[in-house]
């Protein structure tokens, strides 16, 4: 982890994504989205008995549930089509899947717990951790997906695979990707610090009561101080980044403590969306992501807890999704049409053409390691 400490001064710069920063983007291609059950022995598909739940309800749900199952947790989803959450039991447990119902939630049997995906991804990090290679949990599958970018090739991409293979069979899968794990530096409003261009994220409070917004923690050590022109004047001093390590965040507090940072993201065209509340992702969680370089794109949440090894180094604990990004979209803002801050923009691999993955910082830990809140 590092820190940086710079001056401040703020602008009103909406809650956005910016543009892009002399590191270029990192999007995995789309790894293979499996249907619901596949790699599971699915006893219940989701059905019409559950209650219909909105997105954050279904995150706070699964939370809540996941302490209480215990052993037979295995992951929870968001089936956005039936708006019910899915929770993964581990065998027949029919106490376990009587406290998913109660919850109301649809339980789901398969074989792996999450403590035995949260193990197998431990193992991928001690004897896989090469640059070029990402993993994520995907509970439709019940599975980690581990995807290796065109660099890993020969013994690289043997060691891979004998590792993935070494967990058990329906533990994980890997796939190849075309393309190349980059950073992205970019996202919403544009910021400029060190020759490097980035994104504003989300204005927040931060524990002291200053204005200040989050950014992507590779921006963050890139600069020190970032203005709103390439050119201009400082508006803003970092006082605290994470990259690379457990997560891609940054805070930034403004130099003139008396500006107004409004707690909303610009989507183009004079259209804002009012930012309500810092929410958890849950896979099938529908996401839009605002940046200079494509605007605004919608999407879908993949995996969790992604692990991505850049050529930078590690990070640990984002948010996977099938949301397209270009080079240009670091550090801006990922949402929900009602309100909800959900990451930051990491990197990936592909583009607005033929497609991709992207990895978000989660919001909800970067506001509690750095203190701060949502909001003015």
């Known amino acids: 982890m590092r820190h940086k400490r710079i001056p401040k001064r703020k602008a009103v710069l909406a809650v956005a994504a910016a543009t892009g920063i002399a590191a270029t983007a990192v999007l995995l291609q789309h790894a293979g989205a499996a249907q619901p059950g596949e790699g599971a022995a699915a006893r219940s598909a989701p059905g019409p008995a559950a209650p219909r739940i909105g997105p954050a309800a279904a995150a706070r749900l699964a ?34 899947d009587a406290r998913v119902r109660e919850a109301g939630a649809v339980a789901r049997s398969v074989r792996n717990s999450a403590d035995d995906l949260g193990a197998a991804g431990r193992t991928l990090t001690r004897r896989a951790g090469m640059s070029g290679t990402a993993w994520a949990t995907d509970p439709r599958t019940n599975q980690i997906l581990v995807t290796a970018d065109r660099t890993v090739t020969g013994e690289r991409w043997d060691e891979l695979e004998a590792t993935v293979a070494s967990l058990g069979a329906g533990m994980a899968r890997v796939e190849k990707s075309p393309g190349e794990f980059k950073l992205f530096a970019s996202g919403g409003d544009a910021i400029f610090g060190g020759g490097a261009r980035c994104s504003l994220g989300f204005n927040v409070t931060a524990e002291d009561g200053r204005p200040g917004f989050l950014t992507a923690g590779h921006c963050g050590v890139a600069a020190q101080q970032w203005s709103q022109d390439p050119d201009g004047a400082p508006i803003g001093t970092v006082e605290t980044a994470t990259f690379p390590g457990d997560g891609d965040f940054a805070l930034v507090t403004y130099d003139d403590p008396a500006e107004a940072a409004p707690s909303v993201v610009d989507t183009g065209d004079g259209s804002t969306t009012q930012i309500v509340r810092a929410a958890d992702a849950a896979v099938g969680l529908e996401v839009s992501r605002m940046g200079s370089t494509t605007g605004l794109r919608d999407g879908v949440v993949t995996g969790l807890d992604a692990t991505v090894n850049y050529p930078e180094g590690t990070v640990t604990g984002l948010i996977q999704t099938d949301v397209c990004a270009e080079p240009g979209d670091s550090g801006g803002p990922l949402f929900t049409r009602d309100g909800s801050a959900i990451g930051l923009t990491s990197g990936g691999s592909g583009d607005c053409t033929a497609g991709g993955e992207t990895f978000f910082q989660p919001v909800t830990t970067a506001l509690t390691a750095v203190g701060a809140e949502i909001g003015p």
């Open 63 to 96: 939370e809540r549930l996941a302490p209480r199952l215990g052993d037979a947790y295995g992951g929870a989803y968001y089936d956005g089509d039936k708006r019910q959450l899915v929770v993964n039991v581990v065998g027949d447990d029919n106490d376990a």
